[in-house]
């Protein structure tokens, strides 16, 4: 099957620099995407790799090593707004824009 | 600005009932998704349709069924509900797209439905 994992829940502060891992059991994806939500909000898309490399995107970057079956989400100069819920997707080859999303990264931001 | 729009935010229903979640989205996407959202689980495909009138099974189809008669009406159905579908339910639209090129989907507020 394919399974993208992530840590649960990520507490950093305010200012600061803050990492969330993806890592994925499938030879079968294009790239990889990154979406925000908020509690009780929709899902909004933030990035995506098709090739290996770091992509960024004003304070977020996002990272893909496909030989590694691993990729990243980088945020820096965290600010308060940026508390929310954190999701890989791979997108499935065989056409469609169909994603499969990892478990999901809560993200704290504290003072 | 894409409006993906689902017709209830809060919805409560008995088990053994057939059960209507509609969404609406008004630019002109091919692409409609249906999911269910699960602590710890993330986001799970339960359908999937391409066009009018096309659809595909997702990776947890059993107990739901779908709907596309227009390209902008994307229903989703549970045929006999169970308590073990209460959950959220997240719809979504994008364009299509293919050769690896990926395009946002755009997610509705979502329905959260309790069976009891």
Redesign the interface.
């Known amino acids: 099957g394919q399974s993208?994992e992530q840590p649960?829940e990520v507490t950093a502060v305010e200012g600061a620099i803050v990492q969330i891992n993806c890592t994925y059991q499938t030879s079968g994806f294009?790239?990889l995407?990154w979406y925000q939500q908020h509690d009780?909000?929709?899902?909004?898309?933030l990035s995506?790799n098709?090739l290996d490399g770091l992509e960024e995107t004003g304070r977020f970057s996002s990272f893909l090593s496909r030989s590694d079956s691993y990729g990243y989400l980088l945020l820096q100069e965290l600010q308060m707004k940026d508390s929310a819920s954190y999701?890989c997707?791979g997108?499935l080859?065989g056409?469609?824009?169909?994603?499969?999303?990892?478990?999901?990264t809560q993200l704290k931001v504290e003072l | 600005d894409v409006k993906v729009t689902q017709s209830s935010r809060y919805l409560v229903k008995r088990t053994g009932e057939k059960v209507f979640l509609e969404c609406v989205q008004d630019m002109d996407h091919e692409n409609m998704f249906w999911y269910r959202q699960d602590p710890g689980l993330g986001l799970r495909l339960i359908y999937f349709s391409y066009d009018v009138k096309m659809k595909e099974k997702g990776d947890i189809p059993e107990g739901y069924s779908v709907s596309r008669e227009k390209k902008e009406r994307f229903s989703l159905i549970l045929e006999s509900a169970s308590t073990n579908q209460t959950s959220m339910y997240l719809c979504a639209s994008s364009l299509q797209t293919g050769g690896g090129r990926v395009r946002p989907q755009h997610f509705g507020d979502g329905t959260r439905l309790s069976i009891l």
Do not use: I
């Open positions: 993208l649960s294009y790239g995407s009780g909000g929709a899902p909004t898309f995506y098709a999701f997707a997108l080859t056409g469609g824009n169909k994603l499969t999303f990892g478990t999901g």
